[in-house]
């Protein structure tokens, strides 16, 4: 089967037809139609390769297949990462395929980044039409996210309602934008240590006939987006023609954005428009937006910062997010959403792991974070004991009309007119730092994270050293075995060979190392994915010896 190529399976165009023909023969709510795609499927592909991406695509197909031809059912690929059937309504037998997806999933990938979406339409009356039956499917399909147990949704009339609903608030938001409604928020940005303003973010609000402001629920209209940039250039031409310093604005850019319009070119032509310094002007970009369409978002991003606008990252952290991404669509700024972490007393201190990850990740690439949602004095504590320098939330300042905010600037103090940059140490060479007196076990064990040291001699690989945040990485004790053969057992067979070029790799780069993700074995089913950066550092009685730091990307990815 591996030697078929994709366009072998896809077969949409005849799915209608013989569903045509098989409906006569049905009896009503014995049948269903499921829509089925896997969830940030662009993502999988770029982080494990276009090949592993059509072994699932292939793999899906068979399990359809199987499914469809023990009952007498019809199946088909749409193309992308899209499949229908036509099965029997059976919920043991939709999760049966559910569960045979994910644990294919699982070979790359053993969290719950990746998963299957399915929507269901029960066939109640077999004289609808079957492009309405896929329809309805597909609307099903589209609030799969929300049953977070099983991404399993059957399609309801109240969905059709939902549809309508948001049809409304589009055409009353056209309204809205015509009677000029419309206006915005700032919520400042604030320096940890000093509780100054270094920035503040634009945030939509509509105020209605009676006074009132609401927060739009729709977020995906570009025409309204480009409404609120023109009203943020206008403030900031207002408050500098009036003789006052502003800060920097943030402004939201969205997917839908980027896919309808030249975002750049129309940034730019405002700017010039009102005059506007670069440096005032920040975009922000969900992350979940970096998972889809990659190329025209990179170029996107590119093109902004290149031409000396600053780019942030929205909403980092919250399960898309990696390294390799980040390296393929740089970014000047992060920001963290602190409303997805859980602060009660028995996940603090997994909420205080992830956090700690994505320090070190953003600070391997020398991007500063502005943590998102800081809420009361005791967040604000928490974060800044693990080294954060900005944040944004309701313990600072609520989102603010644009007159109670023009109070705030109008007193310098509150200002902190050198805004976000990050706050770099001097560099240090590794191996000045191993071979210091400087490193003691303390040091060792609670500072420079989960490391391992080696020694390499003719392929023989020989393990000397390891540290306590090692063992807590892997949840074990401290080992009861050979520390060489405990360690290199954990690294699966099939990329133990990765990892000697990464070795290999580092002596010849003694500067800049080398790095990888690989997966370590906690046990034999629970596999932890795992960021390395190994460097050489000297050589001595024919072993070359190397420094190994690890970090847990398991909760990140």
Request: with cysteine.
């Amino acid at each position: 089967m591996n030697s078929k190529s994709l366009s072998d399976y896809y077969y949409n165009h005849s799915f209608m037809d013989g569903l045509r023909k098989k409906l006569p023969k049905l009896l009503p709510n014995t049948y269903c139609i499921a829509a089925i795609d896997i969830e940030h499927f662009r993502l999988f592909n770029k982080l494990y390769g276009r090949s592993s991406g059509d072994e699932v695509i292939r793999y899906i197909c068979a399990c359809l297949k199987q499914s469809t031809m023990e009952n007498d059912g019809i199946d088909a690929y749409l193309g992308g990462d899209n499949f229908v059937a036509l099965l029997p309504d059976s919920d043991e037998l939709l999760c049966s395929i559910r569960e045979k997806i994910i644990e294919k999933l699982g070979k790359w990938n053993n969290t719950s980044v990746f998963f299957p979406l399915f929507g269901v339409y029960t066939i109640e009356d077999t004289s609808i039409q079957p492009e309405l039956m896929y329809d309805r499917a597909m609307l099903a399909r589209s609030h799969a996210e929300e049953d977070y147990k099983w991404h399993i949704c059957r399609y309801t009339l109240e969905m059709e309602s939902c549809l309508e609903e948001e049809v409304y608030l589009l055409a009353e938001i056209e309204k809205g934008l015509e009677n000029e409604e419309f206006t915005f928020f700032v919520q400042p940005q604030c320096n940890i240590m000093t509780g100054q303003i270094v920035g503040a973010e634009a945030l939509v609000r509509w105020q209605k006939e009676d006074g009132e402001f609401l927060l739009p629920k729709n977020k995906m209209i570009d025409r309204l987006d480009r409404y609120i940039w023109e009203k943020v250039c206008q403030w900031l031409r207002h408050w500098i023609d009036t003789g006052h310093s502003p800060v920097p604005i943030s402004i939201n850019v969205s997917r839908i954005d980027i896919f309808s319009m030249n975002v750049p070119a129309y940034l730019f032509d405002l700017m010039e428009k009102y005059q506007i310094p670069k440096h005032l002007i920040k975009v922000e970009i969900t992350e979940s937006a970096y998972t889809e369409n990659n190329n025209r978002i990179a170029s996107a991003v590119n093109t902004l910062r290149s031409r000396g606008l600053v780019v942030m990252m929205d909403d980092f952290g919250c399960g898309y997010s990696s390294l390799n991404m980040l390296e393929n669509i740089p970014v000047d700024v992060l920001k963290l959403d602190m409303r997805f972490l859980r602060f009660e007393e028995a996940e603090r201190k997994k909420s205080a792991h992830i956090l700690e990850a994505i320090v070190n990740m953003a600070s391997m690439l020398h991007l500063p974070i502005v943590v998102e949602g800081v809420e009361d004095e005791s967040q604000e504590k928490f974060v800044q004991g693990l080294g954060y320098c900005y944040t944004q939330g309701f313990y600072y300042y609520k989102p603010l009309p644009i007159p109670k905010f023009e109070e705030l600037l109008s007193d310098h103090r509150r200002i902190d007119t050198q805004g976000i940059v990050y706050k770099q140490v001097e560099s240090m060479h590794i191996r000045e730092f191993i071979d210091s007196n400087f490193v003691s076990d303390s040091m060792l064990n609670n500072v420079l994270g989960p490391v391992v040291f080696f020694e390499v001699q003719s392929g023989k690989i020989k393990v000397t050293r390891v540290n306590e945040q090692y063992f807590q990485m892997i949840g074990a004790e401290h080992f009861k075995e050979d520390i060489q053969k405990e360690f290199l057992a954990r690294i699966p067979a099939e990329e133990r060979s990765q990892f000697n070029e990464m070795l290999e790799n580092s002596f010849l780069n003694p500067v800049s190392g080398a790095d990888g993700m690989l997966h370590l074995l906690r046990t034999e089913t629970d596999k932890l994915t795992v960021y390395i950066k190994v460097f050489y550092m000297q050589e001595k009685e024919d072993w070359r010896q190397y420094y190994c730091s690890l970090m847990d990307m398991t909760k990140i990815l």
